[in-house]
């Protein structure tokens, strides 16, 4: 049987009002600049009681800079810019500069920039060659950039003194580890790194060697966006797993590795990987959209519409809508994919229908990617490593913030116990 609080000695009694227990403390209040208003946890712990807030939906774990999310509004934006404004006026590695530095760069500062990105010996190491050809075949290259992130703790300096260098490095060297997975996944030989190259048109090359798609404006373009619109989101799943782990003064790239870990699951990054499997899966069983509509609906059935719903949207995704616009022109450009059509067919069914309308469950930025990066001829294991490459800047920026920040502290959360009261063995 479970204890409440008011058994707990020293914790005070909580009065009853409508039926529900409460407490009555004086809470410090802290004003964000835009958002919510938090009140201060340890001055209810001091009243003896812990937040209780599984999914931590409602617990702001840190003070941050970086990305403002308005989810009511569907409104995303990075520094203060709106991502759809920079989506459209500047490439992935201002974006990075933006959300690492906290400012786009001046004419100079990006040549810099760039110098410094390109300058990173790590995507050439000669590690990678035995590293990736030791990956038993069938591992996905999300595991393949867990265990290439990991190992870059000893290719390069690492620890808060050389956080620039090493994000610098992992810029540089994502899209590489990327291509390397993707090689991999084809059982094809690596292509060699080019960093004189532009950083798209390199990934792409390395990806797709001397295929149309890797010089087509059309596909460049379309990938650039979709780094930039990946390129943070505040505190999502991976992002909060990448400070708690270096909330213990690991290393920046095993936080790194344990964040692409997080970013894996389907309910998360994975999600990309996921919506076009279920799309296929539904195509194969004869592309009933109602009974899979249905299926979702059931609270008996655990599957889920993947690529619909989101922790903090009450709306539509202020990326997808920009995604969905590069997808129609994408798949129009590459051979016709039902995908597409089915995928129109069912946020139309979902966006009509009572239970997401009552949920407020939209297509969210997974919902649409995946099929870019089909059309633009990825495998669907690598749909996660790409989103992973975008995330790259807002992994960059998040540990810097954190390893800086005036309260930091080890991330070490309660728990409400409830197992056994205390006993004595009986033998
Ligand atoms: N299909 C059907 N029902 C859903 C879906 C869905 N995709 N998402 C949520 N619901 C329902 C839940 O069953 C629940 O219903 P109930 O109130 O009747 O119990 C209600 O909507 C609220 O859902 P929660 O699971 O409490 O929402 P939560 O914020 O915890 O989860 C999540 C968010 C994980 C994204 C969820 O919507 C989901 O599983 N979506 C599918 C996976 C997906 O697309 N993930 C990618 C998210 S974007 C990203 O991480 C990059």
Redesign the pocket.
């Known amino acids: 049987m479970s204890r409440t609080a008011h058994e707990t000695p020293g914790v005070p009694e909580p009065r009853t009002a409508a039926g529900k227990n409460v407490v009555q403390a004086e809470l410090a209040v802290s004003e964000p600049v835009m958002g919510r208003p938090a009140v201060a946890a340890a001055d209810l712990a001091r009243e003896g009681y812990l937040v209780y807030d599984p999914?931590l939906?409602d617990t702001a774990i840190c003070r941050s800079e970086i990305t403002y999310i308005d989810g009511d509004a569907g409104i995303l934006l990075y520094r203060g810019y709106p991502a759809q404004q920079v989506a459209e006026k500047c490439t992935f590695l201002q974006t990075a500069h933006l959300l690492t530095t906290g400012e786009l760069p001046t004419g100079a500062q990006e040549e810099r920039w760039l110098a410094r990105i390109a300058a990173s010996t790590l995507p050439a190491n000669p590690v990678w060659g035995p590293l990736f050809d030791a990956m038993p075949a069938g591992t996905h290259p999300m595991a393949m950039l867990a265990a290439a992130t990991s190992v870059m703790t000893s290719l390069a300096p690492d620890g808060a003194s050389a956080i620039e260098q090493a994000g610098f490095d992992l810029l540089a060297t994502m899209p590489a580890l990327a291509a390397h997975a993707f090689a991999r996944v084809e059982d094809r030989p690596r292509r060699p790194y080019d960093p004189s190259a532009g950083y798209v048109e390199n990934f792409l090359h390395m990806c797709f060697g001397d295929s149309p798609v890797a010089t087509d404006p059309a596909m460049v373009h379309a990938l650039e966006t979709l780094l930039v619109l990946?390129a943070d989101?505040e505190q999502?799943?991976?992002t909060a797993t990448l400070r708690l782990v270096s909330s213990s003064n690991a290393g920046f790239f095993s936080s790194v590795s344990a964040a692409l870990s997080a970013?894996w699951g389907?309910?998360?990054?994975?999600?990309?990987q996921?919506?076009i499997e279920m799309l296929q899966a539904i195509r194969d069983d004869g592309g009933d959209l109602g009974k899979y509509v249905a299926k979702?609906?059931d609270?008996n059935d655990p599957?889920?519409?993947?690529?619909?719903?989101?922790?903090?949207y009450r709306t539509f995704?202020a990326r997808a809508r920009v995604i969905r616009e590069v997808a129609r022109e994408v798949c129009g450009k590459a051979a016709h994919d039902p995908l597409l059509d089915m995928a129109l067919e069912l946020e139309e069914i979902a966006r009509n229908d009572e239970?997401?309308l009552e949920?407020k469950?939209y297509p969210?930025?997974?919902?649409y990617s995946g099929l870019i990066y089909r059309a633009m001829g990825f495998p669907v294991e690598m749909f996660t490593a790409l989103?992973a490459v975008g995330r790259a800047p807002g992994w960059i920026a998040h540990w810097t913030e954190a390893a800086t920040a005036p309260e930091r502290r080890i991330g070490r959360p309660a728990q409400l116990y409830t197992g056994p009261a205390t006993r004595d063995l009986q033998f």
Not at 266 to 272: R, V
Not at 303 to 312: D, K
Not at 364 to 367: A, E, G, L, M, R
């Open positions: 999914g939906a990946h989101h999502n799943c991976s970013l389907p309910l998360h990054g994975g999600a990309n996921a919506v979702a609906k609270r599957f889920r519409l993947m690529g619909f719903g989101h922790r903090v995704d239970f997401f949920r469950l969210n930025v997974d919902f989103f």
